[in-house]
């Protein structure tokens, strides 16, 4: 490109730009999404673009249709350009005959909405800075208008979706948040067909709460009892209850409202974020891993109480000094109960070895989190009878 069709990518036009697109988002319909994102690129002297989401089973990077948007075959996030930058979170660039194809991770929070790609003739500083400016804004649009249209949930959903499966990735937060002194990265599986598992965590102030519960039986069953639990455990953090009076709470909730045959197993972590002192209540749950300098150094085995619903004593509450680095893995009894190709059952020792395995790799927690639940999927026979969920809490001090 000569210099005088160069585009112009310097400070103040590409501000004027952003705030273009910033000025028009409050009102964007959803579907329009991809039209604004080609004609700023477009702008920028790029083309190609794409805006590739995750599905829900965490294997697969699915194009986004849309007016002006490249479409294709949804790309594998374990063995493509787009999948890497999905990952690490990093740009990615890969020079062409036809110019130089960059992959920039949609980030909203840490977490991974997925990745847009676009095509340049050349990829200077300037071009770098607007592409991620740019991919940061098109990530916020994502999340924003997530909760308004079906779009996002057709492109994503890759197989038929369980009822109960609907109502528990409705009651989810992010799978991941990544700050500067906490990450917390969760999956949940099988993705279509999770019934009675969940996990939900809130930053408030300096003070990380996190849950993981496991309701009793299948289906749909499962997933109401799940509902109520969450439903329970958020009000109570809302109202700034500690961990024992919590629990009590989210007894009584499932005590009154499906009597002594229902239960549901939990883990409650608060985690001062500025300290590493972390606190928690075992309700039937198998005790979380701690991994420190990855690898796993012991169980957090400590004294434990009823399942939620059962009418248990006000429970113990157990502490630990995290260390910088830090990271605390929770899991259902499904990971460890399900029996792999041959009979055997998995166990935590098979757990723990994959564990560190894959911490030795010294990754990120989000990509140590899905690979783990995906290692553990194949070394199942790539299915489970019971929900199979992970949940990882790392301090960054």
């Known amino acids: 490109m000569t210099p005088e069709r160069r585009p112009d990518r310097s400070e103040s036009f590409g501000e004027a730009l952003l705030g273009e697109v910033l000025d028009r988002a409050h009102e964007l319909p959803p579907h329009l999404i991809a039209p604004l994102v080609t004609a700023v690129v477009a702008r920028l002297g790029g083309r190609h673009p794409q805006v590739l989401l995750q599905d829900y089973g965490q294997l697969l990077l699915v194009p986004l249709t849309g007016e002006g948007l490249t479409h294709g075959e949804p790309q594998t996030i374990d063995d493509s350009a787009a999948g890497r930058c999905f990952l690490d979170a990093v740009p990615i660039e ?20 997925g990745v847009m790609s676009v095509t340049l003739d050349g990829v200077d500083d300037d071009a770098r800075r607007l592409l991620l400016r740019l991919s940061g804004l098109v990530a916020d649009l994502l999340v924003t208008k997530h909760g308004y249209s079906d779009l996002f949930f057709g492109v994503r959903r890759r197989e038929p979706m369980s009822v109960a499966a609907e109502i528990q990735w409705s009651l989810l937060p992010p799978l991941a948040m990544i700050m500067p002194r906490v990450a917390v990265a969760g999956i949940l599986e099988p993705a279509y067909d999770v019934a009675g598992d969940s996990f939900d965590y809130a930053l408030n102030g300096d003070i990380l ?14 997933a109401t009892l799940a509902t109520v639990a969450i439903g329970a455990y958020r ?15 989210m007894d009584r909730a499932v005590a009154q409202q499906f009597g002594p045959e229902h239960f549901v197993t939990a883990q409650m972590i608060q985690l001062d974020t500025t300290t590493g002192r972390m606190r928690w209540v075992n309700a039937g749950h198998p005790p979380p891993i701690l991994v420190r300098d990855h690898r796993v150094v012991r169980r957090l085995v400590a004294p434990t109480t009823l399942p939620v619903g059962l009418g248990g004593p006000e429970p113990p509450v157990s502490g630990l000094g995290l260390e910088h680095g830090d990271r605390v893995l929770c899991f259902t009894d499904g990971l460890i109960e399900e029996h792999e190709r041959g009979g055997e059952e998995f166990g935590e020792n098979q757990l723990i070895d994959h564990v560190n395995r894959l911490e030795a790799a010294g990754r990120g927690i989000r990509a140590v989190t899905r690979s783990l639940s995906h290692t553990l999927k194949r070394a199942r026979g790539g299915h489970t009878t019971d929900d199979a969920t992970l949940l990882m809490v790392e301090w960054r001090g």
Do not use: C, K
């Open 209 to 222: 709460h996190v849950v993981m519960i496991d309701a009793m039986g299948h289906g749909l069953n499962a």
């Open 94 to 113: 890969l020079p062409g005959t036809d110019g130089v194809r960059i992959h920039l991770p949609l980030l909203d929070g840490g977490d991974q909405v």
């Open 235 to 249: 009000h109570a953090r809302r109202l700034g209850t500690g961990l024992s009076a919590t629990y009590a709470f």
